[in-house]
């Protein structure tokens, strides 16, 4: 399975979502899995939730996965709030991802 890593900036929100969402469907396009490198992410809007859902999506269609790494405190408890943590496997690390895939 070909996988392709994406890192994150420090914020996923209505400012720079689309562009977001554009660099990712261009890697699952290859139709690869992707992780989301989210280390340096602090956080993620209602929009942000929206371009990683849709991420998920376009992977699965494919047959792909979508994988979240990093993923700090404030934003699991988005995710936990919203739902969202039930649609992505998380990793703390790369190094953990590594080594469960």
Do not use: P, W
Request: glycine residues 6%; hydrophobic residues 40%.
């Amino acid at each position: 399975m070909e996988i392709e890593t994406y890192k994150l900036g420090e914020m996923l929100d209505s400012f720079n979502y689309q562009q977001v969402q554009d660099e990712l469907e261009a890697i699952l396009e290859k139709g690869c899995s992707l992780v989301i490198d989210m280390t340096a992410c602090s956080y993620v809007s209602s929009m942000g939730l929206r371009v990683l859902l849709y991420s998920k999506k376009v992977a699965a269609s494919k047959g792909n996965n979508c994988y979240l790494v990093g993923v700090n405190d404030e934003v699991k408890d988005v995710m936990d709030v919203t739902g969202f943590n039930n649609f992505f496997e998380m990793y703390d690390t790369m190094e953990d991802f590594l080594k469960n895939h």
